[in-house]
């Protein structure tokens, strides 16, 4: 193909988004709602997603020590524990740290526990974080094998029933996303088809006149990722804008530590770029798939 | 050259169109296909640049078989023949520039060389300063030039037209004439399907006669023979 044909190419494309004026706007409003759909849906599926693995990430072994262990016994089991597979960071708490920690959560309670700084009836600690957290429990596991190790906590019953539920929400939400793809696609390359329906006539026309299929076909490219582009500018300018919205105004009210909102920069770019790429696939896809029953003249 | 050897057409309704065309046409002829409404003058023509596929026998266009010409080929063919058709078949929403120039862009002509050529070819049918137009803004006889206009832009080996003067009137009729004979002069082979009793005994060119499908009559400066 020369370069002039490529230009050609281009330029019908461009035309063709004029010519075909309210063909045009129908399919322009159908990726619209759409991807608003879709944006809105994944903004609310990412954030979950995000808080989710907060809450996992919070999730950390403690390995309470014998009290009997000597300080190069200690050592060597904070080494073991380092070389289990799976282990991120290994970080050794003293009895004393753990106390005056006891004491600080419990508030003016803890002045009581004081008392017990002379005679401290806590265990030294070894907290663990795992690379992935869906490890923890196999890791805790092993962990409470060792020699010495008196006890492993790490929320036994609520972690499991956490992980479990997570699993089954991202599961949920991938299967809901790729369903609201497809049925996006499925509407879009409808209303496509329609409006590329009033053209077969001029598609059977332009073949009786010598145009190969392939060049039939690249006005159409262009034109249906110029509607794909032109359909995602709405609800890019949405997400934009309501996440900015949400952020200032939403996120300083709710003050659980887990439940934090994406960063707009760079999520709400992000999440642009993926609208703005499945706007243009989509409309690539309607229209070329809707093209190539018309060419068969 | 045309060549068509015992050519049988039945369209998927099971109406028989042709039935057994033998005809040989040199390059360079100039060639009336006539006959009453309903014979198979346009399947005839349609056979020629494969719109549509004989059901049975040989056709050699160009030194093409038309029978085992692959499907990806048939653009190229239909570059070499240019046909005026029975109903315009024009791009509705291309100006008359567009609608000429498209047949340039196929063959990936230059700009330049496209604005020169439909520029010349809108002069030769009269319809410069029409350019802008849209189809539907056209008369119909002028719509009928500009199909024309498009059929003779990239100077083809062949020229069809399907009733080329069937909605002119009789002075513009005799300017299309004109044309087709200047560029037959030239070695373009013309095939033209007309119901035009005064051309045909007027401009004195090869007759094929058909009737029900079948070539009843084929003289070289022939009458029309029908009286309307
Ligand atoms: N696409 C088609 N499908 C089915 N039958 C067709 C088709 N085109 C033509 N026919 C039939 O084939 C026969 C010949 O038609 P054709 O169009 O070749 O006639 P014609 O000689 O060109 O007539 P006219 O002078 O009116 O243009 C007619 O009986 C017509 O009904
Ligand atoms: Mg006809």
Same mark, same amino acid.
């Given at each position: 193909?020369?370069?002039?044909?490529?230009?050609?190419?281009? *330029?019908?494309?461009?035309?063709?988004?004029?010519?075909?004026?309210?063909?045009?706007?129908? +399919?322009?409003?159908?990726?619209?709602?759409?991807?608003?759909? %879709?944006?809105?849906?994944?903004?609310?599926?990412? =954030?979950? &997603?995000?808080?989710?693995?907060?809450?996992?990430?919070?999730?950390?072994?403690?390995?309470?020590?014998?009290?009997?262990?000597?300080?190069?016994?200690?050592? /060597?089991?904070?080494?073991?524990?380092?070389?289990?597979? $799976?282990?991120?960071? %290994?970080?050794?708490?003293?009895?004393?740290?753990?106390?005056?920690?006891?004491?600080?959560?419990?508030?003016?309670?803890?002045?009581?526990?004081?008392?017990?700084?002379?005679?401290?009836?806590?265990?030294?600690?070894?907290?663990?974080?795992?690379?992935?957290?869906?490890?923890?429990?196999?890791?805790?596991?092993?962990? +409470?094998?060792?020699?010495?190790?008196?006890? #492993? &906590?790490?929320?036994?019953?609520?972690?499991?029933?956490?992980?479990?539920?997570?699993?089954?929400?991202? /599961?949920?939400?991938? %299967?809901?996303?790729?369903?609201?793809?497809?049925?996006?696609?499925?509407?879009?390359?409808?209303?496509?088809? @329609? /409006?590329?329906?009033?053209?077969?006539?001029?598609?059977?026309?332009?073949?009786?006149?010598?145009?190969?299929?392939?060049?039939?076909?690249? !006005?159409?490219?262009?034109?249906?990722?110029?509607?794909?582009?032109?359909?995602?500018? #709405?609800?890019?300018?949405?997400?934009?804008? $309501?996440?900015?919205?949400?952020?200032?105004?939403?996120?300083?009210?709710?003050?659980? +530590?887990?439940?934090?909102?994406?960063?707009?920069? !760079?999520?709400?770019?992000?999440?642009?770029?993926?609208?703005? $790429?499945?706007?243009?696939?989509?409309?690539?896809?309607?229209?070329?798939?809707?093209?190539?029953?018309?060419?068969?003249? | 050259?045309?060549?068509?050897?015992?050519?049988?057409?039945?369209? !998927?309704?099971?109406?028989?169109?042709?039935?057994?065309? &033998? #005809?040989?046409?040199?390059?360079?002829?100039?060639?009336?296909? %006539?006959?009453?409404?309903?014979?198979?003058?346009?399947?005839?023509? *349609?056979?020629?640049?494969?719109?549509?596929?004989?059901?049975?026998?040989?056709?050699?266009?160009?030194?093409?078989?038309?029978?085992?010409?692959?499907?990806?080929?048939?653009?190229?063919?239909?570059?070499?023949?240019?046909?005026?058709?029975?109903?315009?078949?024009?791009?509705?929403?291309?100006?008359?520039?567009? =609608?000429?120039?498209?047949?340039?862009?196929?063959?990936?002509?230059?700009?330049?060389?496209?604005?020169?050529?439909?520029?010349?070819?809108?002069?030769?049918?009269?319809?410069? &300063?029409?350019?802008?137009?849209?189809?539907?803004?056209?008369?119909?006889?002028?719509?009928?030039?500009?199909?024309?206009?498009?059929?003779?832009?990239?100077?083809?080996?062949?020229?069809?037209?399907?009733?080329?003067?069937?909605?002119?009137?009789?002075?513009?009729?005799?300017?299309?004439?004109?044309?087709?004979?200047?560029? =037959?002069?030239?070695?373009? /082979?013309?095939?033209?399907?007309?119901? +035009?009793?005064?051309?045909?005994?007027?401009?004195?060119?090869?007759?094929?006669? @058909?009737?029900?499908?079948?070539?009843?009559?084929?003289?070289? *400066?022939?009458?029309? $023979?029908?009286? @309307?």
């Amino acid at each position: 193909m020369k370069f002039r044909t490529v230009r050609r190419h281009l *330029r019908e494309g461009f035309k063709n988004i004029a010519r075909n004026g309210w063909m045009t706007v129908a +399919s322009v409003g159908a990726v619209t709602t759409t991807l608003i759909l %879709v944006g809105a849906f994944l903004a609310l599926m990412l =954030n979950l &997603n995000q808080m989710a693995d907060n809450i996992e990430e919070d999730v950390e072994i403690n390995a309470l020590l014998e009290l009997t262990l000597e300080e190069d016994q200690i050592t /060597t089991i904070g080494d073991e524990i380092k070389q289990i597979n $799976g282990v991120d960071s %290994v970080v050794f708490s003293s009895k004393d740290e753990q106390l005056s920690e006891l004491v600080d959560s419990m508030g003016e309670e803890g002045k009581s526990w004081q008392l017990f700084e002379q005679d401290n009836p806590l265990n030294h600690v070894y907290i663990i974080k795992t690379k992935d957290p869906q490890d923890t429990i196999k890791v805790a596991d092993k962990i +409470s094998d060792l020699q010495g190790v008196q006890e #492993v &906590n790490y929320g036994q019953g609520v972690v499991e029933r956490l992980f479990e539920f997570n699993k089954y929400a991202r /599961t949920i939400g991938v %299967v809901l996303i790729v369903g609201l793809v497809f049925t996006a696609i499925f509407l879009i390359s409808n209303t496509i088809k @329609i /409006t590329i329906m009033a053209r077969s006539r001029e598609i059977g026309i332009m073949k009786l006149v010598g145009a190969t299929n392939g060049f039939i076909r690249w !006005p159409f490219f262009i034109e249906g990722l110029l509607l794909g582009i032109l359909g995602s500018v #709405v609800p890019i300018a949405a997400i934009l804008g $309501g996440y900015y919205y949400l952020e200032n105004n939403i996120s300083e009210r709710i003050n659980y +530590s887990f439940v934090e909102l994406l960063p707009f920069n !760079p999520f709400a770019w992000q999440l642009s770029l993926i609208i703005l $790429g499945i706007g243009a696939l989509i409309g690539v896809w309607g229209s070329v798939m809707s093209v190539r029953k018309f060419l068969k003249v | 050259m045309i060549l068509m050897k015992d050519v049988h057409k039945t369209y !998927p309704n099971g109406v028989t169109a042709l039935n057994g065309i &033998n #005809v040989e046409i040199e390059q360079g002829e100039f060639v009336y296909i %006539v006959g009453p409404s309903g014979a198979g003058k346009s399947t005839f023509i *349609r056979l020629m640049y494969r719109e549509a596929k004989a059901t049975n026998g040989t056709i050699m266009i160009n030194d093409l078989d038309m029978s085992s010409l692959k499907e990806k080929k048939v653009p190229f063919l239909r570059r070499d023949i240019g046909v005026v058709f029975q109903d315009f078949k024009l791009l509705p929403k291309l100006s008359v520039y567009e =609608n000429i120039a498209f047949a340039l862009e196929v063959i990936e002509e230059s700009p330049r060389n496209i604005r020169k050529l439909v520029m010349d070819v809108l002069e030769l049918v009269g319809l410069k &300063n029409k350019a802008r137009f849209i189809p539907d803004e056209l008369s119909g006889g002028e719509q009928q030039r500009v199909s024309i206009a498009r059929a003779i832009v990239n100077k083809p080996k062949i020229v069809i037209a399907d009733e080329p003067t069937g909605n002119l009137d009789p002075e513009t009729s005799w300017e299309i004439m004109k044309i087709l004979e200047e560029i =037959n002069s030239s070695g373009t /082979t013309i095939i033209m399907a007309t119901h +035009s009793k005064e051309i045909v005994n007027t401009i004195k060119k090869r007759v094929i006669a @058909i009737e029900d499908g079948l070539i009843v009559r084929d003289e070289h *400066r022939g009458e029309y $023979g029908y009286e @309307i």
